[in-house]
């Protein structure tokens, strides 16, 4: 079966500081895959996608993730964090002939600090 | 477009109560997914359904569950009889077919006493 992981379940740091989570997926076919964040209290958001072509992929608010295939992973990074982007982070992976289910890694939480 | 809707927002309801959360997908959109948000188990995917047919339900935690798509545009995630376990937000979403991401509705928080 399909599975998602993220790497940390929290991470905490200092405005300025760089972020990178970590996500892995166990599919070996072809897969779309996801960012979403979740600011407190809201819904998921969509930051960025990655379905073909360039594995690096740029998304909102200065987010981007890097499709590994070799590695079965989509990292999702930003070089300067504010203090707004205190939110939980989901990696989600949709098998491209699934017929549509997606599912979601467990959640990173991201605290930043002034 | 209004974006995915649900209903309620929130929910407080007695243990034993029966309890129906609404989603109403966006216009056009042909997949609809429910979905299940706790500290404990993070997001949990409950039910899929494509065109209306429900294509996946292995997520549904018990028959305590079940939800039903009587047409493209509105879902009803059931709960009978509620748990106090049962608490947790609820979120719809939906997509359109091929390679498109999902967009979620905000959320039912279901408080079971």
């Known amino acids: 079966a399909q599975s998602v992981s993220q790497h940390n379940h929290h991470v905490i740091l200092s405005e300025a500081a760089s972020l990178e989570l970590g996500c892995n997926y166990s599919y070996g076919g072809t897969v779309n895959l996801f960012w979403y964040v979740q600011y407190p209290g809201q819904h998921l958001q969509l930051l960025l996608k990655?379905?073909?072509?360039?594995?690096l992929v740029k998304g909102i608010k200065g987010f981007e993730a890097e499709f590994i295939k070799s590695k079965f992973s989509f990292n999702l990074r930003k070089p300067s964090v504010q203090w707004s982007d205190t939110a939980e982070y989901f990696c989600?992976?949709?098998?491209?002939?699934?017929?549509?289910?997606?599912?979601f890694g467990a959640g990173t939480q991201v605290v930043v600090t002034p | 477009d209004a974006g995915v809707i649900q209903s309620p927002r929130h929910e407080v309801t007695e243990m034993g109560q029966e309890v129906t959360l609404r989603c109403k997908p966006i216009?056009?959109?042909?997949?609809l997914f429910w979905y299940r948000q706790t500290m404990m188990r993070g997001l949990e995917l409950l039910i899929y359904?494509?065109?209306?047919?429900?294509?996946?339900d292995s997520g549904m935690p018990e028959d305590r569950f079940s939800a039903k798509m009587p047409n493209a545009s509105f879902s009803t995630l059931k709960i009978q009889p509620s748990e106090p376990r049962d608490s947790a937000v609820y979120f719809c979403?939906?997509?359109?077919?091929?390679?498109?991401?999902?967009?979620f509705g905000q959320g039912t928080r279901l408080t079971v006493v």
């Open positions: 216009s056009g959109h042909n997949s």
């Open positions: 979403a939906s997509r359109t077919g091929g390679n498109t991401e999902a967009f």
């Open positions: 989600a992976v949709k098998e491209s002939d699934s017929g549509g289910k997606l599912q």
């Open positions: 990655y379905f073909s072509g360039d594995p």
């Open positions: 359904f494509n065109n209306n047919v429900p294509i996946d």
